[in-house]
């Protein structure tokens, strides 16, 4: 499933499922099929996903570490911040202009 995320403060956001679905948790919100995040809750919103951001590029460098190390490299997931940068953004620019951001309408 793609999701479009729009707001009046910028330009659309889609993205797939599955980094929606990664970044609702991290938002620690419920993905439905059409939503809001309202201007109320986008400072505490940004936070979490800048939060989450640090953390999995602190866990990157770990890993590159013990790489070098001649440890075995672990998986990981796709970069959180590369991915999640278009819709942090997006937030960043609504929470500026106090507008909320919409998605599924």
Known sequence: MIYQF???AGPDVIMLADLTQRIFD???RPLEPRGIL???QLPALITALE???LKDLEERAKVKNEMDEGK???KLA???GQRAYPFLELMKQANAKKEPVMWGV
């Open 6 to 8: 729009r707001s009046k």
């Open 26 to 28: 991290i938002l620690g």
């Open 38 to 40: 309202t201007e109320e």
């Open 51 to 53: 939060t989450a951001i």
């Open 72 to 74: 075995e490299k672990p």
């Open 78 to 80: 796709d970069r959180l």
